[in-house]
């Protein structure tokens, strides 16, 4: 499993999602969003290997952005896509047999804290994302937890973020978001490349950031149907 984890993201997405409307795939940006969920969530077990790896750090948040995107179709959804791009994680990062414990650990323009437990196959998150945008002076705090269990051909569980935004002109007072995602019983191929099973995922705060939405996978790679 390790091995196959290895592939890089990029070859990853090439393979599945990579391409969007706009190059000509026919994949909408809701059904390439739900793909990349389910690539971003397997590399996070990269994490198991190498604890203090940027690169699968990096996947927490674009598991984030984007079930957003698959819940509301509304793109990055502005400040509220994380890209955590660089970082130094160092000695802040601190591993038991079954525990990794992150603490104010540096990536980017953000910070990372708390735990990622290890049970086999299972990796139970327990995580605040911490993020500042030095343009518009906003900031927003990514509580993100719950289990998913990566094997050789599944991914299963579900994952639940509370987000609070603070600093934007236009809402002087803050906001908060809250994003529920369940991976159903979802079969992948060796390039992790989801076949069958669901992810739906349901997304509650602002008007225009509220939705629900299921992505059907399968039967063969490339194929999703959007349920609303």
């Known amino acids: 499993m390790k091995e196959r984890l290895l592939f890089s993201l990029t070859t990853l997405l090439l393979l599945c ?17 739900a793909g990349n969920a389910v690539v ?13 790896s940027v690169d699968a750090l990096i996947s927490l948040s674009r598991i984030y952005t984007d079930l957003t995107t698959l819940a509301t179709d509304a793109g990055e959804v502005g400040v509220v896509g994380i890209a955590l791009t660089k970082g130094t994680l160092g000695d ?5 047999d079954s525990v990794i414990r992150y603490d104010d650990c ?14 086999g196959d299972e ?16 900031s927003l705090v990514v509580s993100m937890e719950g289990p998913v269990t990566v094997t050789e051909t599944s991914l299963y569980g579900s994952l639940n973020y509370e987000t609070v935004i603070e600093g934007l002109p236009d809402f002087p007072d803050g906001f908060r978001l809250s994003l529920e995602a369940d991976y159903v019983d979802i079969g992948i191929d060796d390039v992790e490349c989801p076949l069958s099973g669901s992810l ?29």
């Open 123 to 138: 990796l139970s998150f327990d995580l605040d994302i911490a993020v500042v945008d030095s343009g518009d002076n906003a």
């Open 92 to 96: 802040c990062v601190v591993v038991t």
């Open 200 to 228: 739906r995922a349901e997304q509650r705060g602002l008007d225009s950031n509220t939705g629900v939405r299921e992505a059907i996978f399968g039967p063969s790679c490339g194929d999703v149907r959007i349920v609303e």
């Open 17 to 33: 999602y990579g391409c969007n409307d706009e190059e000509g795939s026919g994949l909408t940006v809701t059904e390439a969003a």
């Open 40 to 52: 971003s969530t397997a590399r996070t077990e990269l994490l198991v290997d190498d604890p203090r």
């Open 106 to 119: 540096p990536v980017s323009n953000g910070t990372i804290d708390g735990t990622i437990t290890v049970d």
